[in-house]
């Protein structure tokens, strides 16, 4: 046995894990099995949309969960694809999901977990495996929130510049990637359902499949609910820029319409022409920065009126 896929077998039902996606790996699985070439091929790099099809004598079934990188603080997804039956379950992924690999390793460690989840038909032990990787996904959910609880605090705190609009747009890629990770859960449980016949025996698990009904519906409602705050917080950010920008604007022009009553004032003295009044008088420097200091307060006084000010 390779490095790469490891196995547990008890009461009679075998998990082949297969902790990454080599297609010399894949193609040793597909001859043990006699599984398709073209799921082989679907399981390889680069990822697959999320779907299940039932075949001649398994199940082909491709789920997607999100990966949070926390140096770089961007979501991103891994694929699982699951090959089933009912005395096998096969799962290839590339080792970047850790409750997949926790859950082999303490159903390969502990017999009392071999009993409790290698019964009846290997859909136990995949239905214990989704349980556990779906419960994972709430700490990044809350995670999110916590970002977005941040961002808004920031937002009202703070200059919203470029560093706020980048942390907003951050958020928004995450949920959107967030959400098309997870969009194809209920409809490949319910086909999973719907395809199954009597030889996996879904009824005596109907727990299993009521809890992860549950957990994909309310991770689906935390992200339509992350989609319309983040969505707010981008709104409430480009309009407080906005203003802010008219409030610049405002006082730049206001500044340009003081100075230029100014600027023609001083042009006006400049030329040089007979009859210019105060330029040859000896206090004519003083009289001439008196009226123009006279026209500023004058500029001043009329915004001011008007409430520009």
């Known amino acids: 046995m390779q490095q790469n896929i490891r196995e547990i077998e008890h009461n009679g039902l075998l998990w082949v894990n297969v902790a990454r996606q080599t297609e010399k790996d894949l193609v040793q699985i597909q001859k043990r099995f006699g599984l398709l070439e073209q799921d082989i091929q679907e399981s390889l790099p680069p990822f697959q949309r999320a779907k299940i099809v039932k075949r001649d004598n398994y199940y082909f079934m491709v789920l997607h969960f999100p990966v949070y990188n926390r140096n770089t603080m961007r979501l991103g997804f891994t694929e699982v694809d699951f090959f089933l039956s009912a005395n096998y379950i096969v799962t290839v992924h590339d080792s970047r999901l850790p409750v997949l690999d926790q859950f082999f390793n303490e159903c390969k460690k502990y017999p009392e977990h071999r009993q409790n989840y290698f019964s009846g038909t290997a859909v136990h032990t995949l239905f214990e495996l989704l349980t556990r990787l779906l419960d994972s996904i709430f700490p990044i ?168 000010l």
């Not at 995450?174 to 025996?201: A, K, P, W």
């Open 141 to 308: 959910l809350l995670h999110v929130n916590e970002d977005i609880n941040t961002v808004d605090k920031k937002l009202f705190t703070k200059f919203t510049g470029r560093q706020m609009a980048e942390e907003i747009l951050r958020l928004k890629t995450n949920i959107v990637t967030f959400r098309r990770t997870m969009q194809g859960h209920r409809t490949v449980l319910e086909r999973l359902i719907m395809y199954s016949g009597r030889e996996l025996d879904l009824m005596a698990y109907q727990n299993y499949i009521n809890n992860l009904r549950e957990f994909t519906n309310e991770i689906w409602h935390m992200l339509e609910s992350q989609k319309e705050s983040i969505n707010a917080l981008h709104e409430t950010n480009e309009s407080i820029v906005s203003l802010r920008t008219n409030e610049v604007m405002k006082t730049l022009t206001i500044i340009s319409v003081i100075t230029f009553p100014l600027t023609l004032i001083a042009t006006v003295f400049a030329i040089d022409a007979n009859g210019r009044p105060f330029v040859d008088m000896p206090y004519g420097f003083y009289l001439i920065c008196g009226l123009m200091a006279l026209g500023v307060i004058m500029m001043v006084g009329i915004f001011k009126k008007k409430d520009w």
